[in-house]
Every structure is written in C-alpha cells, then in structure tokens.
C-alpha cells in the first residue's frame, strides 16, 4: 500500500514538473540578497542592450509552429529604466501574467490586482475617483484617532528592551482599514484580530510559496503540503470576515454625508450600474483593497521607524521638522501642515526606494511591441520589470545601497529619469492607494516621533531581506527601543 501511495505521489511530481509554468531560476539578479526571478522555461535577464538584442533574436527567429508553442513561454528580465518605462507607459502591457497572478486568485479573487482586460478598465475607471486626494481626506480624522491609540498602546514598551515594532503597527493598521474601508469599528490594537492577521499575513507567504516552488503549483500537491490547511482557514476566516462586513453594511444602510467608507462607495456604485459589483466583485474588491493597503502602509512604516533608529542624525531632522512645523506632541497634525513636512517626504521615499514592496512586476505583452530600434517584443511573451534592481542602480542613485533622503532634493528628482523610482508601480496599472497610502503613513510617523525617540542596536549594513510577495527583514523582525521624547 505505502509503495503504491509513493509511487501515485512520484506520478503527480513528475507531473507538476512537466507542466510547469514557472520554477525558481538559478539566474540571481545583482543586490545585497538574492533576489529570486520565477522563470517558465526561459527567461532572459536583458541587464544591457546586446543581451536584449540577442533574446529578440533567438524569439523571432523561430519558425512559426515552434514560435507558437515556445514564443509565448519567453520571460523577459528588464533592469534597464527605459524599457522599463516603454512596458509600464504601454496599454499593451496592462495584462497580469494569468500563469502568476492564478495563485493569488483563489484569495483576491477578480479585484484590481488579478483582474485584466474590459472588467479591469471598467472596475478600475469606476472605483480610482474613491482614492483620490480629496476623496480620502474624510478618513484623515480617522487615521489620527487609531494612531493617538497606538501611541497609548505603545507606552506601556517605553524603556524597555528592544522589541519588534511591526505587529503593533498592524493591528493599527487594520483598525484604520477596518474603519476607513469596511465600515467596522474593531479593536485589533487591543489583541481581538490576532489569528485574523496572522492568516492575512501567512496567506501572502503561501501565495509566493506557490509561485517559486513548482511542486506547490499542481492542485493535488498542493493539498497534499504543510501550507493547505492554513490557506484554507485562512480564506474561511478573511473571506468569512468580507461576507459578515457586507451583511453588517446592508443591514444597517446609514448614509452620512461627511463620512463614507469604501465598501458604501463602491454599493452607492452597484446601485446605479447594476452591470457592476454583484456581491461576489464587492467581496473581491474589499478582500482586494484590505490585503493591497494594511500590509504595505505596515512593511514602509515599520522599515522607516528601524532605519530612524540605525540614522539618529537623520531622525533629529525629522523631528526638528516636525517642531518647527506642527509643534511638539500637544500640536496635532492635520492636512494642511502635514503637506509641509518636505524632509520627512524624502525619508519615506527612500525608503520606499530600499524596500519596494513588489520587487518585481509581471506582465504578459498583448500585441508585438517595440522596445527599441527594431528589437520587437513577440505578443504573448512575459517581462518581469525588476524594481528592486532599477531602484538600487547606480546609474541614478549616488549612494544606490544606503539610506539617504537627499537622493529626493527637488533639483536631484528632476534630474533623474521619471521610472527610476516607482514604488508604485506607474503607468495605466498603477497603484490606486498611492494617496492614501502617504496619508497615513505620515499621520502615523509624525504622532509616534512626537511622542518617542527610536532607537536599535541593529545595523543597516547587516539588514538581511527576503522576498513574500513583498520585500521583508529575513527574519521578520524589526527591532526597536522607544524612550519617551522630552
Ligand atoms: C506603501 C504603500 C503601497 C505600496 C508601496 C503599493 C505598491 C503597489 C504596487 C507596486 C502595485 C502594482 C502591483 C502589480 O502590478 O502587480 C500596486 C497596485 C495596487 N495597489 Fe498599491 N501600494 C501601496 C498601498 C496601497 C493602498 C493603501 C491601497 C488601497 C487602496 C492599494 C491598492 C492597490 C490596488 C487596488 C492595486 C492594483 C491596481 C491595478 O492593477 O489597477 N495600494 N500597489
């Protein structure tokens, strides 16, 4: 019987190897850790013009039967910031590779990170007006009270050993998305969410744990594996959680003037085009929403507080900007003097530059298009841009590895290449929270710095990174003491 059961079990490995789509290549890309690029077969890591020249070359000069079969399998690496700007600028690149972006649909479902084509541009037209600036300024308030309770939260860990920063920065997270988007008031900074986040945060290391490791990518293997009970709980749990918030909004139906979360803007929407967001798109766009901005505006947050701590001098000027422009910790913060902190700006940009949450971007080319000159990019073919590389050249960064703002002086800025930096992402497939995102990452800094000074023993030179779908400290942890500010 045993023998059987490992041989079926040979069978289906052999099985997934076959008909892979991607697997880990042994290519690393440059950095202070290796970065790993999912590949399908083949995948050309284009750093330079001639080796892009030659790539093209061998894609076009297959005959046509094989081109079909093989031309579609080409992945493309581009690090070089041009190219990069003629794929993310492009409508023909606005397609989420399906071999990829499959894994995460089980979860986000069809929102707008996994969603192509008519339905993309459809649901995307109609749900940007949401984010934009003015539209998000009504959640300001919001923002403030979540984080004042952080701070109280955060008291009880003055003068005591260093601790890791990130969870409490979190559960205040998911209070302000909870409240802002889903309409709920929850107390996940007093512990009440913990399994609830834990699931959140184990399903974005088993989604890219399915997109490196072939063997997790065939359905049987995978249920098979140490990670399918949790993926499971964790989308009854998260995905239970979106069915209840709907049910809560449709039972209740206020309407306040001042105040609107997403999930009532985007039903006020269902009302008038009934063509758009049956329960199931709200259900996706929420899941979507909430996974795209707790954890993002989480990892940036939880990295400048750590490299404010490596950086005391750098810390004292964001905190005699702060003085000088709001006050001390009796000052509150608000959207007006908040748009004046241009130093702190440049700190959370380079940041965002060190850190991009999405390494890499991939895209599937719907027409031929042309790079440059006459190298043609065949339709079909995947290009993996990597940010992470572009953000770390040397070619537009003076000190492309360390910490340090001033790479985002005005005059610098302009005089660099607009897609060297693009935490974002950029183009028509940009991120939608950019705004938001800003918003509260800078509420939650300036109230903590107000109230703590930060400091680590750990050193910038020894931050070792990982990649889970976004970029983390290999060892989760972002260690930091707090002593209160005087
Ligand atoms: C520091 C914070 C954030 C960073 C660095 C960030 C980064 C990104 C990046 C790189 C992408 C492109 C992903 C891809 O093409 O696969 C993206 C897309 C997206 N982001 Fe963000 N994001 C942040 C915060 C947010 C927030 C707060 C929201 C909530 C509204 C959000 C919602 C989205 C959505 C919906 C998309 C998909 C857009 C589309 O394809 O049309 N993000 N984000």
Known sequence: MFAWICVVFLLLIFHAYKNRKYYLLSWKLKGPFPLPIIGNGLSFLCENDNLLDKTIEICNKYPSPLRLWFGPKFTLVITDVTQAQKVMSSYNFITKDPDLYKFLEPFDGKGLITSSGVKWRKDRRLISPIFAKKNILQYFPTVLEQTKI???VMESCVDKPAFNIEPYIHRCAAD?????????????QFGKMDRFLW?????YTIIYARIVKVWLQNDVLFQFSSYWKEHEEGKTVILGFMDKVIEISDKNNQQSKSFQPVIEQLKSMRDEDAGFCTHQDLKDHL???YSASEDTVTSIV???LLLLGMHPNIQERVIEEIHTTIGDKNSNIDENNVNKLE???????????????ASFIVRKAEKEICL???????????????????HRDAKHWEKPNQFYPEHFLPDTVRSRHPYAFM????????CIGKPFAYMTMKIMLVTILQHFQIETDEKFSNLQLKTDISIRPKNDRFPIRLLLRK
């Open 176 to 188: 302000i998305v909870n409240r802002t988007f889903l309409g709920v008031k929850t107390e996940a």
């Open 302 to 304: 939880s990295f400048t």
């Open 372 to 390: 440059y000159g006459d190298c043609w990019i065949p339709a079909g073919c995947s290009v993996i841009v990597s940010i992470y590389n572009i």
């Open 343 to 357: 130093y702190l700006e440049m700190v959370i940009k380079d940041v965002l530059r060190l850190f991009p949450i």
């Open 150 to 152: 952080l701070i109280n």
């Open 287 to 289: 899941v979507t929403l």
């Open 199 to 203: 699931l959140l945060h184990r399903m």
């Open 423 to 430: 935490p974002f992402s950029a183009g028509p497939r940009g």
